[in-house]
């Protein structure tokens, strides 16, 4: 059986992406963000989650710093867009490794897939 190094997912994958997704609250806030399907401010999003208004701000400021955000100044608010290549590119390569490495550690007819 080929050996996976296991420093190849550091390499391919942005960890800091995974980290600033793996928050339900996060998670909330961007599914909250596809369904408006337009720029959003924290007003618009904090009635998503049930937890304080500047929880909301600071949850949208580590996505942001993880580049799945894009934040908008317009006066005094700050529109929020899902950005959404990192995303896809990061979630694309994850699957990719997860089937190469399906490949090589489970062949077709091995009982532990």
């Known amino acids: 059986m080929k050996e996976i190094p296991s420093e190849a997912a550091g390499y391919a ?3 800091n992406l995974f980290k600033a997704i793996s928050d339900p609250n996060r998670l909330t806030i961007l599914l909250q963000l596809m369904k408006c399907c ?4 924290v007003t618009e999003l904090s009635d998503c989650c049930p937890v304080d208004f500047s929880v909301i701000s600071r949850h949208l400021a580590i996505l942001r710093d993880a ?14 867009t899902i950005n959404y290549d990192p995303l896809l ?3 694309r390569e994850l699957v990719s490794m997860l089937e190469d490495w ?3 550690c489970c062949p077709p007819g091995n009982k532990d897939k």
Do not use: H, M, P
Not at 38 to 41: F, L, Q, Y
Not at 72 to 78: A, D, F, H, I, L
């Open 13 to 15: 994958l942005d960890v």
């Open 38 to 41: 337009r720029a959003c401010s």
């Open 67 to 80: 580049g799945i955000v894009n934040a908008e100044k317009r006066g005094k608010y700050t529109f929020y």
């Open 89 to 91: 590119n990061n979630l």
């Open 102 to 104: 399906k490949t090589q």
